[in-house]
């Protein structure tokens, strides 16, 4: 019996003796519920690249790495330059992860995670335009190096470091000139997405793998220090209270985060 | 490999790195980066940056693939889309890592003690997020240490380095530059204890003569790496606390 | 003599020793897997994969309810089976039970006997080669934990632990995972008492209390099995 089923089996279960501990308003590794893990950023860590940045949430761990090329615009947006979202599981990640092309979950992630950064218009894609047909592309790889639960939130908090790690390449007769740079990327704002289940009766922020077994409902919701910019609800339903809620608590986390991203 | 060319590799006996011939790029070492997986590992050499994941003895997928004898060992070699100064390129297998997770897991294949556990897979997952030459030596290298941090039952370690010909002097682990336009490289790959070669390619040209000079070299080297990876290990197995981790 | 750590292939005696975790030939006996050598020369391992032997106790999860028996979930590549015949009580899908090996063959097989069904509660992971620091010397560790977070814990040798329901779910976590990076650590059991205490405003116990043995200088030998 693979693990999918034996989760979705084990999930009743596990839920009821979670409950129990829930109910003492603690979490098995002795959070509460509003509460992140230690989080983590290392900026400028992949120098082939012209940004990076690694996350860890606890020990959830996503590296993300910016990268440019002279490209071809898309044809409604010939003055502009694209930008362009990956997301790997690496099957050494999990015991769940197996080689091969993204499944529905890592593209979901990195849907979710390019949606808040465009979101935000904190690249400026008109300012890579370089002549007619040609513009710089920017390819955002995310690499989700060890999943402890919640790796979406770590990619986003990777994926912000790794916009204010990166530098825009020098452009010499259409061509880019490696190792030669105009100036930082510099983004204006700086999005961050905060991802909250529900066990039971209660929302807890930034779900351990643990907990993301037994989740009835999953909703990420994407903030900049004045918007809300992404959201996305995975499993489960919800009520609009509780919705304005979570986007209550998306701010005050999403904040705390930029605080943090702003210091290093 | 390159052919010809203007550049000097070799200026009044130092490399262009300013090494001496069989002085290794800096090398380092961590173990258990990785904590979901069974084992793990990190090489940063020169300007390699290579993580490894090993899980198993687990499960063999698909099953007819198993074997009552003994575990299958399996390898996936895969370099990321920014691992090169150049363009991003695609991602997924290409010709070169399908070779590299060959030979890779035909060295493993000599250690792991497989019969211990029939009808099951081990997987070891190398993934390589900056590239600077050398890269599957420094993979070897990194994949020995994730698999002696999962406990799987191995007859011995293995390091591995590259001796190249730069001019007509032969030079230990070859940078980037050395590798594209030296005369010759030769990756290999030797088990500690018993001076086994569980790893060896070449191209270029070498006389006989050339070759065992190489060979030399080449063990030298890989005592000088396996220091690496004792101590790397010893670090990590001595210490209790868990340190945060600088990639 | 001091502690050192062993890597793989290191020789660890001469001649033939017959010993888990090491190999053989004519010229002695090699470490398979990292360890460390003790005072007294011993080779102990400090990683392992499980590899189950008749009279072990495990524990494990219900995963496969058939007509001959049902499969468990031991942490293994391939689940235990516990044949219908041989146990009087029904199981169901996802139940905890702690049993004993009764049959391993070639293929990895693996037989179980002894059933006992456990009450509510989780499983967690913990490496099997440190299972015998988590008992502790005449239980001593284990009944230290269940004590000061009340409620009962069963340590498989496969590397599963279940824990009741009833415990103090945070505080038994954290310790077990500092028994699982310290288990070859000198001065654990005093860490893991004082930690416990702490939490608790209890009473600080001394090793001589906590082990009804008088304090050594040393801690625990592992079991070797």
Partial sequence: ?????????????????????????????????????????????????????????????????????????????????????????????????????????????????????????CVDVKSFFIE?????????????MNDAGNYTDAASIAAA???????????????IVRGEFTGPLNPKVLPVTTTMIKVGSSWLVDPSREEERVLETKMTIGTTEEHVCAMQKSKGSLSRDELLDLIDIAFKTGNDIRELLKRD | MGGKSDIQLIVNGKRTDGRGMEDLRDLRIEVGVLPEADGSSYVQWGGNKIVCGVYGPRECIPRHDASPYHALVKCRYMMSPFSSLEEHSRSGPSRRSNELSKVIREAFENLVIAEKFPNTQIDIYIDVLQADGGTRTASITAAAVALANAGIPMKDMVAAVAVGKAGETLALDLNKLEDNFGQSDMPIAISHRDRKILLVQMDGLLTKDQVIEALDM?????????????????RFYEKGEKEKMQW | MERTIVLPGEKIADGRVN???????????YAAVVGMKDEEGRYIPLENRYRPTVGDVVVGMVTDVRHAGYEVDLNLPQGGFIPTRDVRLTLQLGDFVICRVKMVNEVGD????????????????????????????????????KDYTGGDIMVGNNGYVWISENSDMPLLLKTIKLIERKAHKSGLTDEVANMLAAAKGGPVRTREQIEGAPAEADEQRFEQR
């Fill in chain 1, 1 to 121: 019996m693979g693990e999918e089923v034996r989760d979705i089996i084990m999930s009743h279960i596990r839920r009821d003796v979670m409950g129990n501990t829930l109910s003492k308003g603690i979490r098995f590794d002795g959070r509460t519920f509003g509460q992140m893990r230690p989080v983590t950023v290392q900026r400028g860590v992949i120098t082939t690249a012209e940004g990076s940045a690694i996350a860890t949430i606890g020990d959830t761990t996503v590296l993300v790495a910016n990268k440019f090329d002279v490209l071809k615009p898309f044809a409604d947006r010939p003055k502009e330059g694209v930008l362009m979202t990956n997301a790997e599981l690496l099957p050494s990640a999990s015991a769940r992860f197996e080689p091969g092309p993204p499944d529905e979950n890592s593209i979901e992630m990195a849907r979710v995670v390019d949606r808040a950064v465009r979101s935000a218009e």
């Fill in chain 1, 132 to 144: 007619e047909d040609k513009v710089l592309g920017l390819y955002m790889d995310i690499y989700v």
């Fill in chain 2, 218 to 234: 080449a063990e030298r080297g890989c005592d000088k790496v396996h220091e690496v990876q004792a101590d790397a290990l010893k």
């Fill in chain 3, 19 to 29: 010993a888990p975790n090491t190999f053989s030939n004519e010229s002695g006996t």
């Fill in chain 3, 110 to 145: 693996v037989d179980l006997g002894e059933v006992r069904r456990l009450p509510k509660g989780k499983i967690i992971e913990f490496p099997s080669a440190k299972v015998p620091r988590l008992i502790g010397r005449k239980s001593s560790m284990i009944s230290l934990l």
């Fill in chain 1, 161 to 175: 470091a790794a916009l204010l790690d990166t530098r825009i390449p020098k452009v010499e007769n259409a061509k």
